[in-house]
């Protein structure tokens, strides 16, 4: 059975940092595209970062550019995210996705994916 179990959510303020993990397991890990994903309250599921299934070739939203550092280690079947920087509008729940495609990652129809984890930024 996979299963994806993201933690290190919490409460930051502004400007502050977090660091997501995503555990993995029930798969291949190192076969596999990740990424991170993000929902905030009455909008749509958006795309955060992903990384390849090396791990060589990280690609960012636009909007977390320069703030976000998208790693994986395929050794302890883990993906990580490190958020600085962090803005009021980062607010979301996250997520952690697989898949063999990047089309289908890319296109948010993943076929993995972990429960969430809640990280809120006050102003």
């Known amino acids: 059975q996979v299963q994806l179990v993201e933690s290190g959510g919490g409460l930051v303020q502004s400007g502050g940092s977090l660091r997501l993990s995503c555990a993995a397991s029930?798969?291949?890990?190192?076969?596999?595209?990740a990424g991170w994903f993000r929902q905030a309250p009455g909008m749509e599921r958006e795309f955060v970062a992903r990384i390849s299934m090396s791990g060589s070739k990280p690609y960012y939203a636009d909007s977390v550019k320069g703030r976000f550092t998208i790693s994986r280690d395929n050794a302890k079947n883990t993906l990580y995210l490190q958020m600085n920087s962090l803005k009021p509008e980062d607010t979301a729940v996250y997520y952690c996705a697989a898949d063999r495609s990047t089309a289908q990652l890319m296109g948010v129809r993943a076929g993995y994916w972990g429960q969430g984890t809640q990280v809120t930024v006050s102003s």
């Open positions: 029930g798969l291949t890990f190192s076969t596999y595209v």
